[in-house]
């Protein structure tokens, strides 16, 4: 997920555990865990990111595709994170330090608020189709949620309002709500939201609004946007397990000889009708393998894949491969020569432990999910000119995602 993302929700579970504990004897203590619990949650819910000063250690494109999302992104490397962060603390806040000292309250807060921010963060990153491998060094193995967009505007309205109501300024609240709605408009302005989903997203902003105003319990509206984040999260998945099936139906109809080895799908923002896949086959004894990328809508008679959130479509050409489902383009190759390359060239094997659908085209690859990303496919690689350069050093050992294309 976006990192604002991942703040405004540690923000709102720090709130919850804040509020979910007795009070401190003293106002000036309340005060202080009050912001030590936020900030502890918000902090956590980031610091997996750090791994981005890692993407160095790597010439790119390799440096971003395996050093961001890696050993920060494990459950075993959570455990020194979690401890820098407590000394940071400590060691930069005299205020909270004193009241750690008495308080055994806010010694557990403290904890349950780091725990929490960092399991969240994993959490989060696994539930889009770009993947983590929680369980390194044990499973080095990509695990992928397939179910939410990696910006996703419900969770800034499900938690945001509440934080923003919860804000003792009045005054304060309703430019950041203003701001807030305002930010929503924008990405339909640009495409990523529909009509729908903005009008919903406004009115469950409105709602919480009021709710908040009205009852003036951060713990109830907390735990309400939690339950609707869970809620929604739960409909994606629904929503992803179907379209998977439709495209495996498609797609076996189109080539019954072929074997579907994988279909990464990829949501729409606050959308769970509209999703972009991308699938990957291959024929052993033919010696070929086929990637394809298209459209599916899960409501072809309400909403047509054509209408959905125009930014994040494909340019045509685009071709109809049965009701609901758009063609955007296909790639392929032969395996063998797959296989070649892979032994041959250690850049492009490196590269192998990151892609989940690796196209190659006239000596370039490139990971289909990423195809028409804004900043253009930051996972592309040039074979040909990696071919004659020496191999680099400290590859991580991520299990390769096509180990099933690339075994013989």
């Known amino acids: 997920m976006d990192n604002l993302t991942h703040t ?40 997996p990111d750090l791994d981005l000063f890692l993407t160095r250690l790597l010439p790119d494109p390799l440096g971003y595709l395996l050093n ?21 603390l400590w060691i930069l806040w005299p205020k909270a330090r004193a009241l750690l000292r008495r308080s055994h309250q806010a010694r557990l807060g403290l904890a349950a608020a780091v725990v929490l921010g960092l399991l969240l963060h994993i959490g989060m990153d696994f539930l889009n189709s770009y993947g983590v491998h929680p369980f390194y060094p044990f499973d ?18 499900a938690f945001g309002v509440p934080l923003i109501m919860a804000v003792g300024a009045p ?29 919903a997203l406004l009115v469950l902003g409105a709602g919480l609004a009021a709710l908040k105003n009205a009852r003036r319990r951060s713990r109830s509206a907390m735990a309400l946007a939690l339950l609707l984040s869970v809620a929604f999260v739960a409909v994606q998945g629904v929503a992803s397990g179907l379209g998977r099936q439709r495209v495996l139906a498609a797609l076996q109809a189109a080539d019954p000889q072929a074997r579907v080895l994988d279909v990464a799908m990829t949501a729409f923002p606050a959308q769970p009708l509209c999703w972009v896949f991308v699938s990957v086959e291959s024929k052993e004894a033919a010696d070929s393998y086929r990637l394809r990328r298209g459209l599916l809508s899960l409501a072809p008679d309400w909403l047509p894949p054509q209408q959905c959130p125009s930014g994040l479509l ?13 063609l955007y383009a296909q790639a392929g190759g032969s395996l063998a020569e797959l296989r070649r390359l892979r032994d041959g060239n250690c850049w492009f094997a490196a590269w192998l432990r ?26 592309t690689l040039d074979v040909a000119e990696s071919a004659g350069r020496a191999c680099p050093a400290g590859i991580p050992q991520w299990t390769p995602p096509r180990a099933d294309l690339l075994a013989r």
């Open 171 to 199: 005054w304060l609240r309703w430019p950041m709500l203003a701001a807030l709605a305002g930010a929503l408009c924008y990405f339909a302005s640009r495409g990523y939201l529909g009509a729908v989903s903005l009008a």
């Open 140 to 157: 080095a193995r990509w695990f992928y949620g397939d179910m939410i967009f990696i910006v996703e505007p419900l969770f800034w309205v």
């Open 354 to 379: 990151f892609a989940r659908m690796p196209a190659l085209v006239d000596g370039v690859a490139s990971d289909m999910r990423f195809s028409t990303v804004p900043r253009g496919n930051f996972t």
């Open 68 to 88: 961001h999302r890696g050993h920060t992104h494990t459950l075993l490397y959570e455990l020194p994170q979690a401890l820098l962060l407590l000394a940071l």
């Open 8 to 47: 405004v929700v540690g923000l709102g579970v720090g709130e919850l555990v804040q509020r979910s504990l007795p009070a401190e004897p003293d106002e000036a203590g309340q005060r202080t865990r009050h912001r030590l619990l936020l900030t502890a949650c918000g902090a956590a819910s980031n610091f």
């Open 314 to 326: 494909d340019p045509p050409p685009h071709g109809n491969a049965v009701p609901g489902i758009e």
